[in-house]
Structures are given as C-alpha cells and as structure tokens.
C-alpha cells in the first residue's frame, strides 16, 4: 500500500500511530507488514474482556513495540496507553487500528493529544491495484504540467472499474453477483456491529434506505431538509444518522470552496459514499446498463474521480486541500484543489467521448473569482 511509507516514518518518531479507515480496507494487512510488532487483536472476546478488566495490567504484560487492532472497543485502554508513553517516550511503541473514527471519542482526543499521529487508510486506489504509485496531485501544481499520454482504456473497462470499486474483497470476485452479495454483508455488519456501538441506540432500520438516497444523490449537495423529507426522517435523527456513516467512512464529504474561510464552514458540503463500488451496489447498477444508459455513468465517475484523488492526497507531497465550487447563480467546478500557497486547480470531470467548449465554462467562472491564485483548469 502506498500509505505504508508514511507510516513507517511516523513510528520512526511518533509514540502512538493510528491507522483509520472503514472494515475491510485492509489496515490489518498493512499493519502486520511492519518488523518486529506483536500483534494483539481486540476483537477477540477474551483479549477485549482482559483488556476492559485491566488496562493497565493488560498493557504491562505486552513487552516491546505493539499493534492494537481495533482499538475503538476498548477506549478504557486510552489513559493506559497515555501513562505509559509519558512514563518512557519511546518513538513507535503503539500501532493502533481503528473502524471508527476514533477522534470522536473524548478519551482518546483529551488522552492521546501530542503523542500520537492519525493516518487513514482507503480502499484501493488505481494505481495500488496497478502496482503503480500515482502522482497527478502533485503534478498539477508543478510550474509546467506535461500533457499526458493518450490511456489505453476502452470504456467498458473504466465502467468495469468503477462498479467493482476499491475494497480488496471485491477484487477477488469475478462475478457481478457475488459481489453484490458482498457488499450487502458488508452493509449489514458495519450497521449492526460498529454503528450499534458506537450509537448504543436501537431503531437504525432506516439507514439503509438512507445509504441508497446517498448514493443516488452522489455528487450533489447537501440539503438537509430535503433529505430528511425523502428518509422520512425527523432533522435531527437524520443528522446523527449522517454523523454515525461519517463515522464509520461510509460517507465523506467534500466542503464548498470560498475565499472567506469562514464560510467554507456554512456553505452546503457535496456528500458521497466512500467507494464506487458500494454506490453501484445500492443503485443495482451493473455494467451492462451502464454501457447503455450513459447519462446514469456521468456522476459515477465524478465520484470515483473524487475518491481517487483524495486516496492520493494520503501520499502527496504538496498535500492541497479538497473542495467543490458553486456560485450563486449556479455555476460550478467539480472538485478544486488548493495547495499551502493558496495556489488553485479547478478539475473538470466528463464522461463523454468529446471535450466541448462549454466543459471550461465553470473553470472560467473560478479563474475570474480568484485571479492570480488561478494555476490551471483541467477538464
């Protein structure tokens, strides 16, 4: 994985290293490639139940450098963790593993503050997949950008690539319906396992109906009132509901981009779901009818695009942010990045076979808004 070089240099000076994302992206795998690490898992009952019983016996019993998989089941082991790094600084002693973002748990944020750094880790990329490692993010903000070579794939390949999305299971599957059926298992189990904890709440029916308006709604903003209406769901419950798929990165969202920082806060987030994959698995989309029905492919690969990108950011050297564009009268760009500089690249994502004129006119919009902080535009 392409994350793995960031993370052998955070345990090369960092006590604590947490390495997040969603279940079955592969953070196990990636984790017990690093030398000399005993491995402890928690979602074992009886290392949990000893875990819970006793942190800090449980702790003093595991002699050198540890990896603690699925650490957000015992958050009783933060101050424990705490203790023993403040009692001997060690660079590397703890690689943690968490399914839920564990930063939302006030003991591990208060406990662990200065001693530990956070790396998240996605479903495949690309290039990973490839055996390649991708470096369009920063080459966009380089003074000259070459153009690049003319691709090779047909578009049934690209479609075939965005319905089987990124999970490491789903490369494994041949067919359509098996990994259909996974995707549905995976669902199911995040819903009734890790939402479950995390909530400790009873009712949660609704999110999978919630999941399949997400992701017929990829790529468009957020309303929350409408999506409420749609869920049959009170605003609040719906919020929380957001929150807990956020939680557990089913669900990311990308901020509104604005020249006055604090209203990047209050203007309306694009949301989707985490892989493209799982979206196409929601909707019953295949890749026949995708091949068929092109107009339904347009916001797929807006979102597989954005995906991309952001699981390049993870490696990047410039490190932009990521944002959309919209203007009040409508006009948009589909993602801009924007480097430490406050350098800008609009980046415009197409599915048709020919590059028209009106594809720039959002990039034009966004290059007269911020003048010289315009780099390029990218269709």
């Not at 660079?91 to 530990?116: C, I, N, Q």
């Not at 479903?123 to 991708?134: D, I, T, V, Y």
């Not at 949301?271 to 026949?288: K, T």
Request: glycine share 8%; with cysteine; net charge positive.
């Amino acid at each position: 994985r392409h994350l793995q070089e960031a993370l052998e240099r955070a345990l090369a000076d960092t006590p604590v290293v947490l390495v997040n994302g969603a279940r079955q992206v592969g953070k196990t795998t990636l984790v017990r490639t690093i030398a000399n690490y005993r491995y402890v898992n928690l979602d074992d009952a009886t290392v949990l139940a000893a875990a819970q019983s006793d942190p800090a016996g449980f702790l003093a019993g595991l002699q050198g450098p540890v990896v603690l998989d699925e650490v957000q089941k015992a958050p009783e082991l933060f101050p424990a963790i705490k203790a023993v790094v403040d009692g001997k600084r060690r660079a590397g002693r703890f690689l943690l593993t968490g399914s839920t973002d564990v930063m939302l748990l006030p003991r591990l944020s208060e406990s662990l503050a200065g001693r530990m750094e956070v790396l998240g880790l996605r479903p495949f990329s690309q290039g990973e997949l490839e055996r390649r490692r991708e470096g369009f993010v920063d080459a966009v903000f380089a003074r000259r950008m070459s153009s690049p070579s003319k691709g090779t794939l047909s578009r049934r390949d690209l479609i075939e690539r965005v319905v089987r999305g990124g999970y490491p299971e789903t490369q494994r599957r041949r067919s359509a319906a098996r990994r259909r059926a996974w995707f549905g298992a995976y669902l199911t189990a995040i819903v009734q396992r890790d939402v479950r904890d995390l909530a400790n709440i009873e009712g949660l029916s609704a999110l999978p109906r919630l999941l399949g308006l997400l992701a017929a709604r990829s790529t468009g903003t957020l309303n929350a009132a409408d999506l409420s209406r749609a869920a049959a769901l009170p605003l609040t419950t719906l919020k929380r509901y957001l929150a807990l798929l956020s939680a557990t990165f089913l669900v990311e969202t990308v901020p509104a981009w604005s020249g006055n920082l604090g209203k990047r806060l209050v203007r309306a987030p694009r949301v989707y779901l985490s892989d493209s994959g799982l979206i196409c698995s929601q909707l019953g989309l295949g890749v026949p009818r995708l091949v068929k029905e092109p107009d339904l492919f347009g916001p797929l690969l807006e979102t597989f695009v954005m995906l991309e990108l952001r699981k390049q950011l993870a490696w990047s050297r410039i490190r932009p942010g990521l944002f959309h564009f919209r203007t009040h009268t409508g006009q948009e760009v589909d993602l801009v990045l924007e480097d430490p500089l406050g350098r800008l690249v609009g980046i415009e994502v197409k599915s048709g076979a020919t590059v028209r004129a009106e594809d720039f006119r959002g990039l034009r919009v966004l290059e007269e808004a911020v003048g010289s902080r315009f780099l390029r535009g990218i269709v």
